[in-house]
């Protein structure tokens, strides 16, 4: 089944809102890359029960982008029943991913797929016409290899890169090197709407938002990390939100209507009010908010031990989020108040609390964005933690275990052994993934509005 996306003559013509940035005059660094307009995704891709594939080389294989794919399915739209497996491979091209694509991908049967190439495949030097006809050789043929197997396809398009790599450095400039990934991101464009298939624009954000950051925080803020090219958490935040609004998200997490004239409210679905009394509301809720901030300890690794809420660090997802619209496009959890009648009001959310005016409460506050740490957190993190173990293990399942050690065996052997050895790890597989099972749960907090 594909994925129905306009066609390449609609792409030209398509003027949505992030066509129209890509072309505005007060963002000549993108009008520059001579960028074909993307529409935006048309409605949910994502059906319910969906095993998604998320396919790329070294970027991917960070397991960093993925894992915030990965909690943002398991917690934010737990009753999609998505599941997830990354297939990240450092220096892989199309072609490389083609080769094994049988073998580590599709034994899994994938339902969805994403893809994260280009970076490579554009060698690190100024485009030229014949890496353009190969990577769209390759890319079509990943395309189509999928949907042989009835796996809908999201082509994402290579990121950029803030320095010349080591082995190329004093022959290319930055600005060579990004126009040539700009022109292989045209071309996945051009495949998505060839093939019918999903697009994720992944290199304009990453331009303007690594341009962003400089300009916020620095010329040593570096949204694609120490060597240029793979980011930290940050950059990684920006590649998720391409990924996860190209998948179709809307972001309606949670709505919360309070009438502060008779403890009333209403709430969303995946929620549910269990007892209002003197402006203290408890709810139970299936749907999480997307936690950038977490307990510290937890998930060290995912909230860096110093510093984990400094938006200067580009190790850190908040500071990505200042960068694109994540919060406001993908994580709203929105608390708003009827028949306000004092000027400010305090809102206490678990162990937090902020003061917000009665016009802020009547035109809704996004508790997601106020609150870094909120009943959540906690939960959130532990979900983090098992993901990370399951992702870790993807990784090590189809680059280490899923090769024969015996380089001279015979492929009967091989393909006995390789069968031997899948059924045992997908047995470990499935106990990581009861992990993550286990680490859900619904969360019953109180949100407590008082006059000041």
């Keep these: 089944m594909r994925i129905k996306i306009l066609s390449l003559a609609c792409f030209l013509a398509f003027r949505s809102n992030?066509?129209?940035?890509?072309?505005?005059?007060?963002?000549?660094?993108?009008a520059d890359y001579h960028l074909v307009p993307a529409p935006?995704?048309?409605?949910l891709l994502l059906q319910k029960g969906d095993r998604l594939a998320i396919c790329g080389d070294s970027i991917t294989e960070q397991k960093m982008y993925s894992r915030i794919v990965d909690d943002y399915l398991t917690a934010c739209t737990p009753e999609l029943k998505i599941s997830v497996r990354q297939f990240g491979w450092g220096g892989e091209r199309a072609d490389g991913f083609l080769r094994r694509m049988t073998n580590d991908c599709l034994r899994f049967h994938p339902t969805i797929a994403t893809t994260s190439y280009g970076m490579n495949d554009h060698g690190y030097q100024p485009y030229q016409e014949s890496i353009g006809d190969a990577y769209r050789s390759n890319m079509q043929a990943v395309v189509k290899a999928f949907e042989a197997?009835?796996?809908?396809?999201?082509v994402g398009s290579p990121g950029t890169i803030t320095k010349v790599p080591w082995w190329e450095a004093g022959k290319y400039q930055i600005g060579d090197l990004n126009h040539s990934l700009g022109q292989l991101r045209n071309i996945d464009l051009e495949i998505a709407g060839q093939e019918k298939v999903g697009f994720a624009d992944v290199f304009a954000p990453m331009l303007r938002s690594g341009a962003a950051g400089k300009e916020k925080y620095g010329e040593k803020y570096e949204l694609n990390g120490d060597d240029g090219i793979h980011p930290n958490w940050a950059g990684h935040t920006v590649m998720a939100y391409a990924f996860l609004k190209a998948l179709g998200l809307s972001g309606d997490i949670a709505t919360f209507t309070a009438d502060l004239s008779g403890n009333r409210m209403t709430v969303s679905d995946g929620h549910k009010l269990l007892s209002a009394k003197n402006g203290e509301y408890v709810i139970r809720s299936t749907r999480y908010p997307f936690c950038s901030g977490g307990p510290l300890g937890l998930a060290a690794n995912w909230y860096p031990t110093a510093g984990h809420d400094n938006v200067t660090n580009n190790d850190n997802l908040r500071s990505g989020m200042t960068l694109v619209p994540f919060n406001q496009d993908l994580n709203r959890f929105v608390l708003t108040a009827r028949n306000a009648t004092a000027g400010e009001y305090r809102v206490t959310w678990g162990d937090e609390s902020k003061v917000f005016s009665r016009e802020q409460l009547t035109n809704g506050i996004n508790l997601a964005a106020e609150f870094t740490l909120n009943p959540f957190s906690r939960r959130f993190a532990l979900i983090d933690a098992a993901v990370?173990?399951?992702?870790?293990?993807?990784?090590?399942?189809?680059?280490v275990l899923f090769r024969p050690a015996n380089d001279k065996a015979t492929v009967d052997q091989i393909a006995k052994q390789t069968e031997e050895v899948v059924a045992d790890t997908e047995r470990q597989h499935a106990a990581l993934e009861n992990v993550i099972r286990t680490a859900y749960a619904p969360v019953t907090y109180t949100l407590r509005i008082s006059p000041e």
Excluded: C
């Design 388 to 399: 990370s173990a399951k992702q870790d293990f993807e990784t090590r399942q189809i680059k």
């Design 149 to 154: 197997h009835g796996v809908r396809v999201v």
């Design 18 to 30: 992030a066509a129209v940035e890509v072309g505005a005059a007060s963002d000549r660094l993108i």
């Design 40 to 43: 935006a995704t048309a409605g």
